[in-house]
């Protein structure tokens, strides 16, 4: 990360990115039926953004403490309530290796710490993916089986990151 940029830049910098990663991530992926994972819904402005576009599968949340903007909250049997950490190995046993696409923004504000947990949690979203599926991420991932792949005209290097099967 370049030392000269503002909070205020790298903010901006990973809304773009977030953005044209998941248009892509969702294009590229038009036409599979297995279900969309938002892993993180925070303020729930990424999962708006995927109701909005994909209409064509179930789009499912996964969160420990729902505290969403009333226009961005999901549906509650679309809630999977819980830790990541147990919830995603009990959604392996629920979807089997089903998931179209798949995104990740579970970070808070501790570079270290992210990098952290983007470790503990490849290995439980890795298994989720269906073969053409597309993953998508704010910290970069650990993943044995997923190719990272080049990232879309608008993103901008290192501020998000996309894997496929
Ligand atoms: C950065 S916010 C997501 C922001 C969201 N993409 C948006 O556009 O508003 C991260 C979210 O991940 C959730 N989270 C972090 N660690 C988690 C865990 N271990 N299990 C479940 N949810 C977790 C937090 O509660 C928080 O709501």
């Given at each position: ?12 910098d990973r ?141 901008v290097?290192?501020r ?6």
């Amino acid at each position: 990360m370049p030392d000269d940029q503002s909070r205020l830049d790298l903010f901006i910098d990973r809304m773009v990115s977030q953005r044209a990663c998941l248009d892509h991530a969702i294009a590229q992926t038009k036409g599979m039926t297995g279900p969309v994972f938002e892993l993180g819904l925070g303020n729930g402005r990424t999962y708006h953004h995927m109701a909005q576009y994909i209409k064509d599968r179930p789009v499912y949340v996964f969160e420990r403490a729902v505290a969403s903007h009333p226009d961005s909250t999901p549906p509650e049997d679309m809630v999977i309530l819980g830790d990541v950490r147990e919830t995603l190995p009990a959604a392996l046993v629920r979807f089997g290796a089903t998931a179209s696409l798949i995104h990740a923004d579970l970070g808070g504000h501790n570079r270290e710490k992210n990098d952290a947990f983007a470790r503990l949690v490849s290995p439980l979203i890795e298994p989720l993916l269906a073969e053409g599926g597309l993953m998508v991420s704010s910290d970069r991932m650990y993943f044995e089986t997923l190719t990272e792949l080049p990232l879309p005209t608008g993103a901008v290097e290192g501020r998000c990151f996309v894997y496929c099967r």
